[in-house]
């Protein structure tokens, strides 16, 4: 992919996200009256469906969640009280505090994201509910503004397949990472290729749709980073109100919605840093 429309993908997604932020939005595209965001239940509810619970959701600052993952990362289950974690594309903060609540006060969680707005927003959050081990940092998840061998758990929900770049972001997270450090993520990807209407459509891209990687690829990319023990340990359809909103805008036959719909799935990742 050429560097000028790497850069223009950026610059699409990061004005996105920052509509979202703004707006408070509630799914994983930019809010219109006609799509489903803007619905703080509506929200919950989708986050219930990727595997919150009602505990969780409570146990977060108001306005951190705005439901623009795809899946509850496995590695919250996992987290040991000291370890240091870190969230690539952090969003408003709603996966770093949960993972907060996971490391204690003697560990640490980094949250990166490249949207201004959205780390302003988390930082509100963090600020407000008084939280002391989580921190969010401005950068790109391909330039991690982290230090090397430095981190126990790598976490992101939903945010690679935004980057054009994924086989940098998973170096980055390789060279980031402890010796035996873990990657464990959630994100979208296909079952095969998306028809051209979709794959070159800018609105897409944002709704974590066109961007998205072919299933195989995007273990293989994982595998390359240096990555060991690579296994899928969940994958779940999603409902087509959660990945659809682009299909309004590109007015396509029903077919090619239902056939869209069931080439998109969300995986759940684990792979380790080799010693």
């Known amino acids: ?10 610059k699409v997604v990061r004005e996105g996200y920052a509509k979202i932020a703004q707006e408070r939005s509630s799914c994983c595209a930019p809010a219109t009256p006609s799509t489903c965001c803007g619905s703080s239940d509506l929200t919950q509810d989708i986050s219930k469906f990727l595997g919150y619970t009602e505990e969780e959701l409570k146990s977060v600052p108001e306005g951190a969640n705005l439901g623009l993952g795809c899946g509850n990362p496995v590695a919250l289950a996992s987290l040991k009280e000291g370890e240091t974690v870190l969230d690539l594309g952090a969003g408003a903060g709603f996966d770093c505090f949960l993972a907060a609540h996971r490391v204690g006060q003697t560990g640490k969680v980094i949250g990166v994201d490249m949207t201004p707005q959205m780390v302003e927003k988390a930082r509100e959050n963090a600020r407000k509910a008084n ?34 770049d994924k ?14 450090g873990r990657l464990m993520i959630s994100d979208m990807v296909l079952l095969k290729e998306l028809p051209d209407s979709i ?66 799935v969300s995986i759940k990742v684990e792979g380790i840093k080799p010693a």
Not at 167 to 180: I, S
Not at 199 to 221: F, T
């Open 131 to 164: 939280y002391k081990n989580v921190e969010f940092r401005l950068g790109e998840i391909e330039n991690l503004p982290v230090a090397d061998n430095s981190v126990d758990v790598i976490i992101s929900n939903c945010v690679i397949n935004l980057s054009p």
């Open 1 to 10: 992919m050429e560097e000028v429309k790497k850069d223009e993908i950026k």
């Open 199 to 264: 794959k070159n459509n800018v609105n897409a891209y944002i709704g974590c749709v066109s961007g998205a990687e072919l299933k195989d690829k995007y273990i293989e990319l994982i595998k390359n980073a240096g990555f060991q023990d690579i296994k899928i340990v969940d994958e779940t359809t999603l409902p087509l109100e959660i990945v659809l909103y682009p299909v309004e805008d590109l007015k396509l036959p029903l077919k090619t919605v239902k056939e869209f719909g069931s080439a998109i």
């Open 167 to 180: 086989a940098r972001v998973f170096g980055e997270a390789f060279r980031v990472l402890k010796p035996k």
